[in-house]
């Protein structure tokens, strides 16, 4: 189970303070995040499709230099085939391209 991880979705309500509790009430605490439950890592970021998905309400940052190394590197790997135009764009859209385009909708 070393690649499955669980990742808390939505907001931990904070502890009810008790009633009839002598003095100020405190502060609510931010709920802690389990390291594991039932042998699976609970993560703070997990990523699907090599899309980062977190409990944040940011938008997710991507590493566009680390998804385009793959796709430029089989870009000069199709390069140095004999290929004509056509071929090298077929390919390239069909073997490069597809690796980013959806992450740029």
């Excluded at 808390?8 to 709920?31: D, E, H, K, M, N």
């Excluded at 995040?33 to 042998?39: E, H, I, L, R, T």
């Excluded at 680390?66 to 390239?92: D, H, I, N, Y």
Aim: proline share 10%; charged share 15%; with cysteine.
């Amino acid at each position: 189970m070393d690649k499955v991880e669980l990742l808390q979705v939505g907001a931990s309500l904070p502890a009810l303070p008790t009633a009839g509790r002598a003095g100020p009430a405190l502060p609510p605490r931010p709920p802690q995040q389990p390291g594991a439950v039932a042998g699976m890592r609970v993560v703070k970021v997990a990523t699907a499709l090599n899309i980062p998905i977190s409990n944040s309400a940011a938008l997710a940052q991507l590493d566009w230099d680390k998804l385009l190394g793959p796709v430029r590197q089989r870009m000069q790997r199709l390069a140095r085939m004999q290929l004509s135009t056509f071929g090298r764009a077929a390919a390239v859209s069909a073997y490069c391209l597809q690796m980013v385009t959806w992450h740029m909708h």
